[in-house]
């Protein structure tokens, strides 16, 4: 079958558009984000309250696997704040990214932001898509990129689909550094904001740890929450679209093919969609963004009727199918 000429493409999301708008599914939803937020902070809050009747004790690291989870729960709400879902205001919108992202986990908001809109703009495109890129990350994507290493970096290539569970441990610590460099390249106004942020979260974060917990304790919980922190953060993230088709362009694509064919959706909502802070709409959410994260189930079945009226394949798969995928992609790559 022919793909439509380019004001074909154009057409398409023009006509998806209207379906979702006529479904009310872009309109915002800051009643739900006030009250989930509330919950998921005083939830975070009482963690660290858990952890002071605790007290100095090896149970402590119960603590700490709580607090990574409750960490990424925060952390969704960053996400959904850089996507302005949340309030009309993009002022109110940059506050919670920043309370969320600088002050709760650590994470620099001003940073991940612009890196995450051209992750959407041209996802899995090579060249195009941060989140592939060379030189960005340990994984690679495709057969040129497993080439063109040497050494050390060609071997964790070849395995990398054995490690990529074990490597997801520094995601979190990833995230951190590379938003701290950034930071220290802009040097502007704002970035010295995020710095405070970012210095207040380290100070609070390591004070209550050291201060409940012995240093062999303290550290030990540092290490076990920070990499489950970051298990769970990259768990929610790889289902979204490694094992997808990657493109070495994307010019012949219009915007709502390249979304859909470069994304996976991952099933078992409403548990899933909890657990992955609405991020198991993967397509519906690049179709969109800033659609508010309770109406991605909605927009689901919308897009999926749309899809089978224009021939356009739509992905989805259980959880532990989306890992497969992913595992069987990665080994294949690091193999060829």
Known sequence: MP????????????????RIREATLLRRRPAYYV???????????????????????????????????LSAQVAFFAHDAGHQQIFASRRANRMVGLVAANVLTGLSFGWWVPKHNAHHAHPNVIGRDPDIGVGTVALAFTADTVRNR??????????????????????????????????????????????????????????????????????????????????????SFAPNHKGMPVLADDSDLGFVRRQIITSRNVTGAPLIGFLFGGLNYQIEHHLFPAMPRP???????????????????????????????VLSYLNMVGVA
């Open 3 to 18: 793909l439509p000429s380019a004001t074909g493409f154009r057409n398409e999301y023009g006509l998806l558009a209207d």
């Open 35 to 69: 009250a989930t937020m509330a919950l998921a902070t005083a939830a975070f809050a009482g963690g660290w309250v858990a952890l002071s009747a605790v007290g100095d004790s090896w149970a402590s690291l119960c603590i700490a696997a709580l607090l990574a989870f």
């Open 150 to 235: 040497k050494g050390a970096g060609q071997v964790l290539a070849r395995y990398q689909a054995w490690v990529f569970f074990p490597l997801l441990l520094l995601e979190g610590v990833g995230l951190r550094l590379s938003g701290v460099d950034d930071l220290l390249r802009r040097r502007d106004r704002s970035a010295a904001v995020e710095g405070m942020l970012l210095g207040m979260h380290a100070v609070l974060y390591l004070t209550a740890v050291f201060w409940v917990l012995s240093p062999l304790r303290a550290v030990t919980f540092v290490a076990v929450q920070q990499g489950l922190f970051g298990l769970y953060l990259g768990c």
């Open 295 to 325: 109406n991605l189930p909605r927009a689901r079945a919308i897009i999926q009727m749309f899809c089978a009226d224009h021939d356009i394949a739509y992905h989805e798969s259980n959880l532990f199918g989306s890992y497969r995928q």
